[in-house]
Nanobody, 123 residues
Framework: QVQLVESGGGLVQPGGSLRLSCAAS????????MGWHRQAPGKQRELVAT???????NYADSVKGRFTISRDNAKNTVYLQMNSLKHEDTAVYYC?????????????????WGQGTLVTVSS
């Protein structure tokens, strides 16, 4: 019914930048909050940033001042601009979205997740 597809991951040197994108498609009536999480090897998944439908944002302390989350509601897409990347930012990054389904899909509201995109920060 709904798919979230991430793109933009890859290998980058410390201090470099990457921009992740996540596009939602399917039987969508509306998208509420969207966000990015990450999971480093051997660690639990953690919140990176969230953005509401109105544009209010929230960031993990570890990325404040370096990462910027934004969204294009017309494209059902959320972005994560990552600057001044560090080795410890290496992880699989997942987007998620709180989505209300269209009437024809039965309505209802639930959280959807993308498949993840790998970001590796290494020299």
């Amino acid at each position: 019914q709904v798919q979230l597809v991430e793109s933009g991951g890859g290998l980058v040197q410390p201090g470099g930048s990457l921009r992740l994108s996540c596009a939602a498609s399917g039987s969508i009536f509306s998208i509420n909050a969207m966000g990015w999480h990450r999971q480093a090897p051997g660690k639990q998944r953690e919140l990176v940033a969230t953005i509401t439908s109105g544009g209010s944002t929230n960031y993990a302390d570890s990325v404040k001042g370096r990462f910027t989350i934004s969204r294009d509601n017309a494209k059902n897409t959320v972005y994560l601009q990552m600057n001044s990347l560090k080795h410890e930012d290496t992880a699989v990054y997942y987007c998620n979205a709180d989505i209300t389904l269209s009437f024809w899909a039965g309505g209802g509201r639930r959280d959807y997740w993308g498949q993840g995109t790998l970001v590796t920060v290494s020299s």
